[in-house]
């Protein structure tokens, strides 16, 4: 079976409100850590065990060259919004959160895996980031997601070699 990063041209998009977000230029990792949480049992008191514990995902930062597509800012904004209206209904807080997609491709253009991350927020959104004088830099825009959790798609298979 090929690795990954065997494929030549591997590519990536992002998918939420059903759409693919046009220009991500980056984004990752995604991670999830489970705690180590040490014990030692009543019967052998001189010996720590190990158990795990709570598990989190960390926060997912997405990249692109900044555009006219009001995408990112959109997201981040409705935050924004809610904070200043007081009390939000309770539509209004589930607006908020999204499932994404991360498609990756390879050089084909065939779809060769998928992760669904789950109700997600933007934490941080940065509109103009890295901007240097002493260089031609491309102006990025980021947005910072915090998750709930994500899961690898099984449905789809990689094409054959």
């Known amino acids: 079976m090929p690795q990954l990063g ?3 041209g591997l590519d990536f998009r992002v998918k939420w409100d059903g759409k693919y977000v046009s220009g991500v230029s980056r984004i990752g990792p995604i991670l ?3 705690e180590v949480t040490p014990f030692r049992a009543g019967s052998a008191p001189a010996v720590e065990s190990l158990s795990p514990g709570a598990t989190t995902f960390q926060p997912i930062t997405i990249e692109r060259p ?15 919004s809610l904070n200043n209206l007081g009390a939000p209904e309770p539509a209004q807080t589930s607006s908020f ?22 109700q997600c927020w933007p934490s941080s959104y940065e509109p103009v980031c890295n901007l240097e004088t002493d260089s031609p830099a491309v102006v ?8 709930e959790g994500w899961a690898r798609d099984t449905s789809v298979v990689p094409p054959a070699s």
């Open 140 to 147: 990025l825009e980021r947005l910072t997601l915090q998750n």
């Open 32 to 34: 999830r850590t489970t």
């Open 6 to 8: 065997s494929y030549d």
């Open 97 to 118: 959160r999204k499932n994404i997609t991360l498609d990756l491709y390879n050089g084909a253009g065939q779809l060769i895996l998928s992760f669904n991350i789950y």
């Open 66 to 80: 900044r555009t006219l597509d009001t995408t990112f800012e959109d997201w981040a904004n409705l935050l924004v």
